[in-house]
T-cell receptor, first 112, second 114 residues
Framework: AQKVTQAQTEISVVEKEDVTLDCVYE???????LFWYKQPPSGELVFLIR??????QNEISGRYSWNFQKSTSSFNFTITASQVVDSAVYFC?????????FGTGTSLTVIP | KAGVTQTPRYLIKTRGQQVTLSCSPI?????VSWYQQTPGQGLQFLFE???????NKGNFPGRFSGRQFSNSRSEMNVSTLELGDSALYLC?????????????FGPGTRLLVL
């Protein structure tokens, strides 16, 4: 079974639209960490956010916001007023017991 | 602070050859992890090194090996290359505990096996 599920394989939005990327995880650990990474066409994974299992506060950073809900095992990522530069593949990841598990990624295309 | 660097960036090899990839972590980071990324399998964990010791290993055949030097630089080696080894190989570093701390990734090495 997948530890991290990103059900949306590809999403296309028109510039300035808001978009939410879904992430559902599965773990039996009580202490775990969740991450989002962005992978532009250049290939390098860029760290966006890290959240531990005890901190359910939502976070906003500029146009980015994250909604962590333990009750539904979800850690969703919203981009507000999307821009062409947001076009990339976004990965959600879970770390438990010192192992990292990545989702299969969501490819976001922002159309000008 | 310089980021994670990987060399070479691109490689073309033929089946049966072997290849060595190099990774220099962020200064002060002692943990180095390696991942294989392919369109079909996504990002898969290969192994993690800390203080010159392999601490965790993913589910890959013994043809995939690695090592870490005293300066935390790491190399991974793939022997007897197969077509399916064509992938982007990513290295990531963290201070000491990749499961707890953030991992920072390098630009990757794109390996093409012909």
């Amino acid at each position: 079974a997948q530890k991290v599920t990103q059900a949306q394989t590809e999403i296309s939005v028109v510039e300035k639209e808001d978009v939410t990327l879904d992430c559902v995880y599965e773990t039996r650990d009580t202490t775990y960490y969740l991450f989002w990474y962005k992978q532009p066409p250049s290939g390098e994974l860029v760290f966006l956010i890290r959240r531990n299992s005890f901190d359910e506060q939502n976070e906003i950073s500029g146009r980015y916001s994250w909604n962590f809900q333990k009750s539904t095992s979800s850690f969703n990522f919203t981009i507000t007023a999307s821009q062409v530069v947001d076009s990339a593949v976004y990965f959600c990841a879970l770390s438990e017991f010192s192992q990292f598990y990545f989702g299969t990624g969501t490819s976001l295309t922002v159309i000008p | 602070k310089a980021g994670v660097t990987q060399t070479p960036r691109y490689l073309i090899k033929t089946r049966g050859q072997q290849v060595t990839l190099s990774c220099s972590p962020i200064s002060g980071h002692r943990s180095v992890s390696w991942y294989q990324q392919t369109p079909g399998q996504g990002l898969q964990f290969l192994f993690e090194y800390f203080s010159e010791t392999q601490r965790n290993k993913g589910n890959f055949p013994g043809r995939f090996s690695g090592r870490q030097f005293s300066n935390s630089r790491s190399e991974m080696n793939v022997s007897t290359l197969e077509l399916g080894d064509s992938a982007l190989y990513l290295c990531a570093s963290s201070l000491a505990r990749p499961g707890v701390e953030t991992q920072y990734f390098g630009p990757g090495t794109r390996l093409l096996v012909l």
